[in-house]
């Protein structure tokens, strides 16, 4: 069982940065693949981010260049580095860990473990 909670969202202005934080209970988060999703209001939740337990990544088109997963083992958290944040990249963030498949997935159902949430909202 893993339990994850996020931190990090609030209000910024377009252009600026946030970094989520997921911390995760547990002691098996290393061997975990975690990814970042994100759900705006009235619209399906997508993919963002994922990094596996070596650290590879994947992103989403929509992301690349702007933000960046990282991930501490030894703090059990994972982050998500947000660069040249626009209006668009407002939703509700979630993390969640990988609990089918291997490497790194982009699909939902591939996560078993999920986050609450931290809002993030951009402003024009």
């Known amino acids: 069982q893993v339990q994850l909670v996020e931190s990090g969202g609030g209000l910024v202005q377009a252009g600026g940065s946030l970094r989520l934080s997921c911390a995760a209970s547990g002691r098996t988060f290393s061997s975990y693949a975690m990814g970042w999703f994100r759900q705006a209001s009235g619209k399906e939740r997508e993919f963002v981010a994922a990094i596996t337990s070596g650290g590879n990544t994947v992103y989403a088109d929509s992301v690349k260049g702007r933000f960046t997963i990282s991930r501490d083992n030894a703090k059990n958290t994972v982050y998500l580095q947000m660069n040249s944040l626009k209006p668009e990249d407002t939703a509700n963030y979630y993390c969640?860990?990988?609990?089918?498949?291997?490497?790194?997935?982009?699909?939902?159902?591939?996560?078993?473990?999920w986050g609450q949430g931290t809002q993030v909202t951009v402003s024009s």
């Open positions: 969640a860990a990988q609990t089918r498949g291997w490497g790194t997935s982009t699909t939902i159902a591939s996560y078993g473990y």
